[in-house]
Protein backbone atom coordinates (compact mmCIF):
# COMPACT_ATOMS: atom_id res chain seq x y z
CA UNK A 1 0.00 0.00 0.00
CA UNK A 2 1.38 3.50 -0.37
CA UNK A 3 3.21 4.78 2.72
CA UNK A 4 1.11 8.42 2.24
CA UNK A 5 -2.48 6.31 2.46
CA UNK A 6 -0.93 4.01 5.27
CA UNK A 7 0.26 7.25 7.34
CA UNK A 8 -3.10 8.48 6.82
CA UNK A 9 -4.94 5.31 8.22
CA UNK A 10 -2.49 5.84 11.16
CA UNK A 11 -3.46 9.14 11.67
CA UNK A 12 -7.21 8.69 10.94
CA UNK A 13 -7.00 5.70 13.61
CA UNK A 14 -4.87 7.83 16.37
CA UNK A 15 -7.81 10.81 16.12
CA UNK A 16 -10.34 8.23 16.77
CA UNK A 17 -8.93 6.30 19.39
CA UNK A 18 -7.66 9.87 20.98
CA UNK A 19 -11.17 11.21 20.56
CA UNK A 20 -13.54 8.34 21.78
CA UNK A 21 -11.20 8.24 25.14
CA UNK A 22 -11.80 11.35 25.45
CA UNK A 23 -15.50 11.06 24.72
CA UNK A 24 -15.11 7.90 27.49
CA UNK A 25 -12.90 9.45 29.73
CA UNK A 26 -15.96 12.45 30.13
CA UNK A 27 -18.50 10.30 29.97
CA UNK A 28 -16.52 8.44 33.14
CA UNK A 29 -16.09 11.65 35.10
CA UNK A 30 -20.15 12.49 34.71
CA UNK A 31 -20.62 9.10 35.81
CA UNK A 32 -22.71 8.09 32.61
CA UNK A 33 -24.69 4.62 32.15
CA UNK A 34 -23.97 5.08 28.70
CA UNK A 35 -20.11 3.96 29.45
CA UNK A 36 -21.16 0.22 29.66
CA UNK A 37 -23.51 0.37 26.10
CA UNK A 38 -21.62 -2.45 24.16
CA UNK A 39 -20.64 -1.19 21.09
CA UNK A 40 -18.74 1.66 23.59
CA UNK A 41 -16.74 -1.03 24.58
CA UNK A 42 -16.22 -3.15 21.42
CA UNK A 43 -15.43 -0.08 19.04
CA UNK A 44 -12.17 0.98 20.73
CA UNK A 45 -10.94 -2.85 20.64
CA UNK A 46 -11.41 -2.63 16.52
CA UNK A 47 -10.00 1.13 16.42
CA UNK A 48 -6.77 0.25 17.77
CA UNK A 49 -6.25 -2.83 16.17
CA UNK A 50 -5.73 -0.48 13.03
CA UNK A 51 -3.89 1.72 15.43
CA UNK A 52 -1.29 -0.89 16.24
CA UNK A 53 -1.70 -2.70 12.51
CA UNK A 54 -0.71 0.85 10.76
CA UNK A 55 2.25 1.62 13.43
CA UNK A 56 3.62 -1.82 12.53
CA UNK A 57 3.21 -1.25 8.69
CA UNK A 58 4.47 2.17 8.85
CA UNK A 59 7.28 0.99 11.02
CA UNK A 60 8.26 -1.85 8.29
CA UNK A 61 8.00 0.43 5.55
CA UNK A 62 10.39 2.47 6.50
CA UNK A 63 12.63 -0.14 8.13
CA UNK A 64 12.84 1.35 11.58
CA UNK A 65 11.94 -0.64 14.58
CA UNK A 66 10.86 -0.46 18.51
CA UNK A 67 14.00 -1.26 20.66
CA UNK A 68 16.16 -0.75 17.87
CA UNK A 69 15.26 3.27 17.12
CA UNK A 70 14.60 5.28 20.43
CA UNK A 71 11.46 6.93 18.93
CA UNK A 72 9.63 3.84 18.07
CA UNK A 73 10.69 2.41 21.49
CA UNK A 74 9.45 5.80 23.03
CA UNK A 75 6.07 5.28 21.22
CA UNK A 76 5.66 1.48 21.81
CA UNK A 77 6.10 2.15 26.04
CA UNK A 78 4.08 5.55 25.36
CA UNK A 79 1.27 3.55 24.40
CA UNK A 80 1.63 0.68 26.83
CA UNK A 81 1.32 3.30 29.77
CA UNK A 82 -1.76 5.02 27.53
CA UNK A 83 -3.82 1.57 27.53
CA UNK A 84 -2.69 0.38 30.98
CA UNK A 85 -3.48 3.94 32.50
CA UNK A 86 -6.40 4.16 30.23
CA UNK A 87 -7.84 1.35 31.50
CA UNK A 88 -7.57 1.88 35.08
CA UNK A 89 -9.31 4.64 34.10
CA UNK A 90 -12.42 3.25 32.29
CA UNK A 91 -12.44 0.27 34.40
CA UNK A 92 -10.42 -1.12 36.64
CA UNK A 93 -10.05 1.75 39.35
CA UNK A 94 -11.79 1.66 42.54
CA UNK A 95 -12.41 4.90 43.19
CA UNK A 96 -13.68 8.17 41.04
CA UNK A 97 -10.19 9.66 42.39
CA UNK A 98 -7.72 7.05 40.86
CA UNK A 99 -10.07 6.82 37.73
CA UNK A 100 -9.44 10.58 36.99
CA UNK A 101 -6.02 10.56 38.18
CA UNK A 102 -5.48 7.77 35.25
CA UNK A 103 -7.81 9.51 33.10
CA UNK A 104 -4.66 12.43 32.86
CA UNK A 105 -1.81 10.39 33.04
CA UNK A 106 -3.52 8.21 30.31
CA UNK A 107 -4.07 12.03 27.96
CA UNK A 108 -0.37 12.91 29.12
CA UNK A 109 1.02 9.77 27.59
CA UNK A 110 -0.80 10.00 24.20
CA UNK A 111 -0.09 13.65 24.11
CA UNK A 112 3.87 12.56 24.62
CA UNK A 113 3.36 9.56 21.65
CA UNK A 114 1.87 12.23 19.37
CA UNK A 115 4.83 14.81 20.34
CA UNK A 116 7.33 11.90 19.81
CA UNK A 117 5.72 11.49 16.33
CA UNK A 118 6.02 14.34 14.67
CA UNK A 119 9.76 15.39 16.19
CA UNK A 120 10.61 11.29 15.51
CA UNK A 121 12.82 12.13 18.86
CA UNK A 122 11.92 10.47 22.38
CA UNK A 123 13.22 13.68 23.62
CA UNK A 124 11.03 15.47 21.67
CA UNK A 125 14.28 17.58 20.25
CA UNK A 126 14.41 18.87 16.44
C1 LIG B 1 -0.98 6.19 20.94
C2 LIG B 1 -0.24 5.68 19.98
C3 LIG B 1 0.24 6.43 18.76
C4 LIG B 1 0.00 7.73 18.39
C5 LIG B 1 -0.83 8.78 19.13
C6 LIG B 1 0.70 7.95 17.14
C7 LIG B 1 0.68 9.14 16.41
C8 LIG B 1 1.27 9.33 15.19
C9 LIG B 1 1.14 10.52 14.38
C10 LIG B 1 0.34 11.78 14.77
C11 LIG B 1 1.87 10.33 13.26
C12 LIG B 1 2.05 11.31 12.07
C13 LIG B 1 3.34 12.07 12.24
C14 LIG B 1 3.58 13.02 11.08
O1 LIG B 1 2.62 13.57 10.53
O2 LIG B 1 4.74 13.21 10.71
C15 LIG B 1 2.46 9.01 13.33
C16 LIG B 1 3.29 8.45 12.39
C17 LIG B 1 3.95 7.26 12.56
N1 LIG B 1 3.81 6.36 13.60
FE1 LIG B 1 2.52 6.54 15.15
N2 LIG B 1 1.36 6.80 16.78
C18 LIG B 1 1.11 5.86 17.76
C19 LIG B 1 1.64 4.58 17.82
C20 LIG B 1 2.66 4.12 17.04
C21 LIG B 1 3.44 2.94 17.28
C22 LIG B 1 3.25 1.98 18.46
C23 LIG B 1 4.38 2.84 16.26
C24 LIG B 1 5.46 1.83 16.00
C25 LIG B 1 5.47 0.60 16.30
C26 LIG B 1 4.14 3.97 15.38
C27 LIG B 1 4.85 4.21 14.21
C28 LIG B 1 4.69 5.31 13.40
C29 LIG B 1 5.45 5.54 12.17
C30 LIG B 1 6.54 4.62 11.61
C31 LIG B 1 4.98 6.76 11.64
C32 LIG B 1 5.42 7.43 10.34
C33 LIG B 1 6.41 8.53 10.66
C34 LIG B 1 6.75 9.37 9.46
O3 LIG B 1 6.53 8.98 8.30
O4 LIG B 1 7.27 10.46 9.71
N3 LIG B 1 3.11 4.72 15.86
N4 LIG B 1 2.08 8.42 14.53
Known sequence: MDYLALKSIHVASVALSLGGFLARGLLMLAGSPLLAARWLRIAPHVVDTVLLASALWLAAAIRQYPFVHGWLTAKVLGLLV????????????????????????????????????LTRSPLLSR
Do not use: K, P
Open 82 to 117: YIGFGTIALRRGRTRRIRASAFCIALAAAAYVVAVA
